[in-house]
């Protein structure tokens, strides 16, 4: 476990809109009257024999859904019951010294809209206590991929949940990992207000630090300077976080498609490309 060496910060995306995001995705699958829907976060990354690791980034269509920007994470939503939870970890006081604190449930219950906040530790008892009642029983489990499969069985065999895995059978439960992910892409086309509002922020950041670079150019020297001209003011305005890695390309570099070394002198180029945002 390792992230910046920062605590970790409490970023909830859409949180008045979480109950219209998922009506939007149930309608996207044709509004089942039964079943589980299970999302699993990112975990952190780390770089082989080190403790640290890239900047943390949450996988998009679990953000969508729960809003919980930090890692080690999973949402369900109890189709029937209409119940989104987030499940997250629990701090570990050993590691809390190096690497900060996630949110708490408490902390996480007063930024989010979600139904409840739990610890995933006890997911897998949840899982299978809700896939095996009579109202739920026998799924589907929607995932985004088979890759995403939670452990559902606490102690016995986990193959005896399974038997007609992806509806292929008559008994055991139907898990469902096709429909999700066209599901989740159709609704996130629809914005809500606050999405839009966000977007406008984006735009107008975006803007403002191109300005910026444009203002500086004929004083900069070599192309990380425009970068850091450009990253720097987004962060300044709160937004550490780019779509995509800054390309400051000048002269023959700019026809590298995802050029990315930024670190060219601008002395005799007559060019100066800059894609970020």
Known sequence: MANSGQEHEIHYNLVEDDEFDIVLVIEELDAPKSGIIYLRGFDEPLYPYSDQGPPFRQQRHFFY???????????????PRKELILWIRRNDPRLSLWYGTTPSIDESKSKSDVSDVRYIDDLTAYLHAVLTTPETGGGPLYLLDPNQLPKLSPSPPQSNLFKGLHGSGSRGLKVDTTSLLPAIEAAR??????????????????????????????????????????????????????SYAVIAASGPNASTLHYDANDQPLEGRQTMLLDAG
């Open 65 to 79: 859904l729960s809003g919980a920007d930090f890692p080690g994470c999973a949402v369900t939503y109890d189709i």
């Open 189 to 242: 086309v629809i914005k809500t207000p606050h999405e839009i509002s966000l977007i406008r922020r984006a735009v107008s950041l975006t803007s403002t630090a191109h300005k910026m670079v444009l203002q500086r150019i004929k004083h900069l020297t070599n192309e990380r300077e425009a970068h850091a001209v450009f990253e720097g003011f987004c962060i300044s305005q709160g937004a550490p976080h780019q």
